[in-house]
Nanobody, 121 residues
Framework: EVQLQASGGGLVQSGGSLRISCAAS????????MTWLRQAPGKRLEWVSG???????IYADFAKGRFAISRDNANNTLYLTMNNLKPEDTAVYYC???????????????RGQGTLVTVSS
């Protein structure tokens, strides 16, 4: 059974940094493209960043230069390091299978429990 559990969220001040993690199990993690999604209060799910099995990252425009996605295949863990956080980054962050989505297609990705990141101004 595929399991994805995000953790590491919390409250951070504007301009601060945070690293969130996703523990994966139930599939061959090293062969799987992975992605981070987020959902802000009252808004739709949106794609943040993806990384393929060859370790190549891609980012949404709002994440470029501030966020870094990485993976630890030995420990089946996906990471998202977020720097220079802004209040508009406040959201529940989810890891999911796949490396990209747009619009309503993001709801089709298999995702696990999210972790809440709150950025105070």
């Amino acid at each position: 059974e595929v399991q994805l559990q995000a953790s590491g969220g919390g409250l951070v001040q504007s301009g601060g940094s945070l690293r969130i993690s996703c523990a994966a199990s139930g599939f061959i993690f090293s062969r799987q493209d992975m992605t981070w999604l987020r959902q802000a209060p009252g808004k739709r799910l949106e794609w943040v960043s993806g990384i393929n099995s060859d370790d190549r990252p891609i980012y949404a425009d709002f994440a470029k230069g501030r966020f870094a996605i990485s993976r630890d295949n030995a420990n089946n863990t996906l990471y998202l390091t977020m720097n220079n956080l802004k209040p508009e980054d406040t959201a529940v962050y989810y890891c999911a299978l796949g490396n990209f989505c747009s619009g309503s297609r993001c709801y089709d990705l298999r995702r696990g429990q999210g972790t809440l990141v709150t950025v105070s101004s």
